[in-house]
């Protein structure tokens, strides 16, 4: 079923992961950085997005969809890594040093996948314990 809140939570994770990318900076200065200019930032955040919409459409299977959300927390986490490694490794004094908002992208997918599984997961109580009552 479609109409779930776990599809919500879904549709604003790919959104965020596939959409918001292009419009906000990842890295300020003088030019700003968009996740679309580097190809490791681009594909990861293009396969989080990927991973929230075949999720949305495999609600028949909530076990799956739990762990597709899983194996993109872990995928948001390794891009939030990334940017970390990327402000750690760039000096102070570069034309790239200042931080965009693009960066708490990874951050805002996280808590969205985090409450769309908790969703996932209460469905999957709920029908369990209606097959008891059986």
């Known amino acids: 079923m479609l109409q779930r809140i776990q599809t919500v939570y ?14 906000l900076s990842l890295w300020g200065g003088s030019t700003d950085e968009f996740a679309f200019e580097s190809i490791e930032y681009y594909v990861l ?21 739990f762990v597709l959300g899983r194996l993109n927390i872990i995928l948001n ?13 760039v000096s102070g004094e570069t034309a790239n040093s200042e931080k965009g908002i693009g ?4 951050i805002l997918s996280i808590v969205l996948l985090v409450l769309a ?18």
Request: with cysteine; glycine share 2%.
């Open 10 to 23: 879904l549709l604003i994770t790919s959104a965020c992961a596939g959409v918001l990318p292009h419009y």
């Open 103 to 106: 960066l708490l992208l990874p």
């Open 117 to 134: 599984n908790k969703a996932i997961k209460k469905d999957e109580a709920l029908v369990k314990s209606v097959d008891r009552l059986r």
């Open 45 to 65: 955040f293009l396969a989080s997005a990927l991973l929230a919409l075949i999720s949305i459409f495999l609600f028949k299977s909530r076990q799956t969809q």
């Open 77 to 89: 986490l390794i891009l939030l890594g990334l940017f970390v490694y990327r402000l750690l490794t």
